[in-house]
């Protein structure tokens, strides 16, 4: 791309990195504009990249060799900085919150991935009843829908793993593609209009979960550490490493071993699991395994602008080759029904406080953008221990709904 008639020539990598930060540009300026108080925020970005992938995405590929795996190593990088970010700052306090609330974080998150997973199975009913005569093919698009409405790789990987053709992981691809833009955009809604719908007074529920935060803090004397480097990006690149390597550990789930269905924390999961343990040691003998508050804070809105552009970026070029109403329609509801039964279910069951429900129905969703988006709204980083909480129990389910949609149809 050659821009201002041809005297400043962009190509390949740098037409990349270029368009990068166009996008984040636009996209947190448009995340600024306000409607009674509902914003986009930091998902601002993720619809400007929708629509560059939707407009530029064959301009992209002809500038950029092997343009997929570069917008990956986007997103991936994105997420790793994210989710380990969130980790350290949910560690301190997490142990002791799960401890306390563990039996309702677990129910909550199945609540929330079961009544998803029911919602796909009546979709897949409503398909029969319409005509669809192929419910193996019907299946396979629903478990694509299933994963993308609650935006979930691993999901997609596995349904797609579960099927028996390549032309049935297309479908699966399909159902992906259609469901997740509405999977992010939803959820990222959600946890900002809810409260203003049930007119929360966050200012009294902000106040309540800090000092309820600060009840259970458990001083530690630890003394004078030695810093590995001023900022901790030693300590962070330390556990980024370590939970990849965990993340990539694969559990069979099938009697094929390694070679058929297997389970993975993934690097999400690897990430946020490693910064959990490190965050709440803090140390490991006289070693400061703790970033800075403003590092992690930096890592965090980072991380998450460049996965929202990755991952943005390939879901436009898919939605406008992909998109069916009637798919998207079914994603919508298995993006809408399984929060408001989460929250119904949190409020009135299990008698969660309206922050800690939220943070929770984020990590059920498996939705990494609307916690970003919780963090402002909440104006606290203490919703982030409910996400960790939730979050591993919801993956886990996700990707056995996934497959179960496929394997029993």
Do not use: W
Not at 264 to 280: D, W, Y
Not at 341 to 354: E, P, Q
Request: glycine fraction near 12%; proline fraction near 3%.
């Amino acid at each position: 791309m050659n821009l201002f008639g041809g005297v400043i020539p962009i190509t390949g990598i740098t037409f990349l990195i270029f368009c990068v930060f166009v996008i984040a540009a636009l996209g947190y300026a448009l995340g600024r504009i306000t409607i009674k108080g509902v914003s986009l925020g930091t998902a601002g970005v993720f619809l400007v990249a929708l629509l560059f992938g939707c407009l530029f995405y064959d301009d992209l590929s002809k500038q950029v060799p092997d343009t997929t795996n570069a917008l990956k190593i986007v997103e991936n990088m994105g997420l790793i900085l994210f989710v380990t970010s969130v980790g350290f700052i949910a560690g301190p306090k997490f142990f002791g919150n799960l401890k306390k609330n563990f039996k309702s974080y677990v129910l909550l998150g199945l609540v929330i991935i079961v009544s998803g997973g029911l919602v796909a199975f009546g979709c897949i009913y409503i398909g029969k009843l319409t005509g669809f005569t192929d419910l193996e093919k019907l299946s396979a698009i629903v478990s694509g829908l299933f994963s993308g409405a609650l935006t979930s790789t691993p999901a997609f990987s596995a349904a797609k793993s579960s099927v028996a053709s390549a032309e049935l992981e297309q479908l699966v691809s399909v159902g992906y593609g259609i469901a997740y833009i509405f999977g992010v955009i939803g959820v990222v809604l959600f946890v900002q209009l809810l409260p203003k719908i049930l007119k929360v007074n966050m200012d009294e529920e902000r106040a309540k979960l800090i000092a309820a935060e600060e009840g259970k803090a458990v001083k530690k004397q630890t003394g004078k550490l030695i810093d590995l480097d001023d900022f901790g990006i030693a300590p962070f690149a330390i556990a980024a490493v370590i939970g990849v390597i965990i993340g990539m550990i694969k559990i069979p789930l099938s009697a094929k071993g390694l070679d058929g269905t297997t389970f993975s924390l993934t690097t999400t999961g690897g990430c946020l699991l490693t910064a959990l343990v490190f965050g709440h040691f803090g140390k490991a003998g006289k070693i400061n395994l703790m970033p800075s508050a403003a590092t992690l804070k930096v890592f965090r809105e980072l991380g998450l602008m460049l996965f929202l552009i990755g991952a943005g970026i390939g879901g436009g070029a898919r939605f406008v080759q992909e998109f069916k109403i009637d798919y998207f329609f079914y994603g919508v509801a298995m993006t809408i029904i399984p929060m408001i039964i989460g929250f119904i279910f949190a409020k009135y069951v299990l008698k969660i406080n309206v922050l800690n429900t939220l943070g929770s129905i984020t990590g059920g969703m498996t939705s990494t953008p609307a916690l970003g988006t919780l963090i402002h709204v909440a104006g606290t980083e203490d919703v982030a221990a409910a996400y960790a909480a939730t979050y591993p129990i919801a993956l886990v389910a996700v990707v056995l709904v996934s497959q179960f949609l496929v394997i029993l149809f």
